[in-house]
């Protein structure tokens, strides 16, 4: 059966995590059938998702129309949505009480961390989950009442996807398996084959072989201490960083334990979170840090390393030598891969149909849309003062 449940609950999690006070709009961004897809709906996705790019990839958001390229695949998906739902009420799919109770408490698990503390706390979950309630201003019985709508959805979904993807065999995954070892040993004649016949398929090959060989080649985890000498930084800030990476390195060698010198001195925030523990593939990392993580032995702490970024300091904990990977060990990934690209696939046909027979009205207009307009209205206007000419 196809599983996309956990998809939803992840999204009824998130938008319940907004803190964001919803009001009543009766305004529609779009109507699918005569339906509304609501503004205030369109909104609170919107914002989840740039809730998401701001922590995850914040350099997105800084280019031109950002936010509206993702307002259209979120009005996108929201009429989707609603088509599915519509088709799923045409075909009389319904939600037992055990369904949707199931749906709620695995979304309630999700508030058993408290966020202020960052500490496992179960017994506030249901608490916590109320109180996201309220913030959205919404009750039990309506947030229910849209849980419900998309487990109708869902199960609508994979009816119709079971009837279409077909089963993933082991020749499927041997099959990508070669085309991807294909790559790897740069098979010029197998790869201009791929690139005929599919040239997204040979791009999605080249990701996996371009994983694959992450994984294969020769790794050391290290604990990893930065300080950072951006450009515009004064040669005498600079020197102070040299001369604060000489300290730490000599309070490392009089016995300071390394987690306590990353929690102290690296600028690195993201890593404060693992202790500065990460993975470095043999030449992945600036060469000056991949020169001292492969050659120092297991336990050994580097010397501050310079480069471009700042000033580096590591302790080797860790080392992986180079691996072969067999067929044998990746053939369920590959499997599940290439089930997931069927689902996909079959997911899309499927909207599509959907889509070409409803009657879809978007009203909510993009400031992108207008200036892509007219710079093809110039193009227009250019192409006729050519034929003049």
Request: hydrophobic share 40%; proline share 3%.
């Amino acid at each position: 059966m196809i599983k996309t449940n956990k998809f939803i609950i992840a999204l009824f999690a998130l938008c319940l995590g907004l803190g964001v006070q919803a009001k009543v709009m009766e305004s529609s961004v779009a109507t699918v059938n005569g339906k509304p897809v609501l503004a205030s709906e369109y909104d609170s996705y919107l914002q989840s998702v740039v809730e998401q790019y701001e922590a995850t990839a914040p350099q997105f958001l800084a280019r031109p129309y950002a936010k509206d390229l993702l307002g259209k695949e979120v009005l996108k998906d929201l009429i989707s949505k609603e088509l599915v739902y519509q088709a799923a009420q045409e075909a009389k799919i319904t939600v037992k009480d055990s369904e949707l109770d199931e749906g709620l408490n695995e979304i309630k698990t999700r508030f058993a961390v408290d966020e202020k503390t960052g500490q496992p706390d179960p017994k506030g979950a249901e608490k916590r989950f109320n109180e996201a309630l309220k913030k959205q201003g919404m009750t039990l019985k309506t947030y229910k009442a849209k849980l419900s709508k998309e487990i109708a959805s869902r199960k609508l979904l994979e009816q119709e996807l079971k009837k279409t993807v077909k089963p993933v065999e082991e020749a499927d995954a041997r099959a990508l398996f070669d085309e991807v070892q294909a790559v790897l040993k740069n098979n010029t004649k197998k790869i201009k084959e791929m690139e005929k016949q599919d040239p997204q398929h040979l791009l999605e090959v080249q990701a996996i072989a371009a994983k694959l060989k992450q994984l294969s080649s020769e790794q050391v985890r290290i604990g990893h201490i930065f300080l950072a000498t951006p450009q515009d930084m004064s040669a005498t800030d600079k020197k102070a960083k040299e001369e604060l990476a000489k300290k730490i390195k000599k309070e490392l060698d009089n016995g300071m334990d390394f987690s306590t010198a990353v929690k102290n001195y690296t600028e690195d925030q993201q890593a404060l979170a693992t202790g500065g523990d990460m993975i470095l593939v043999k030449g992945m990392a600036p060469k000056e840090i991949d020169a001292k993580a492969f050659t120092l032995a297991v336990g050994k702490v580097s010397d501050p390393i310079k480069t471009d970024l700042g000033y580096h300091i590591i302790k080797v904990k860790e080392k992986r030598a180079e691996r072969v990977i067999e067929f044998d060990d990746i053939k369920n990934d590959l499997g599940q891969y290439i089930a997931q690209t069927r689902i996909l696939e079959a997911q899309a046909k499927y909207l599509s149909g959907l889509a070409e027979k409803a009657d879809i009205k978007i009203t909510k207009e993009f400031e992108v849309d207008k200036v892509i307009a007219a710079e093809q209205a110039k193009k227009e206007e250019n192409k006729k003062d050519e034929v003049k000419k």
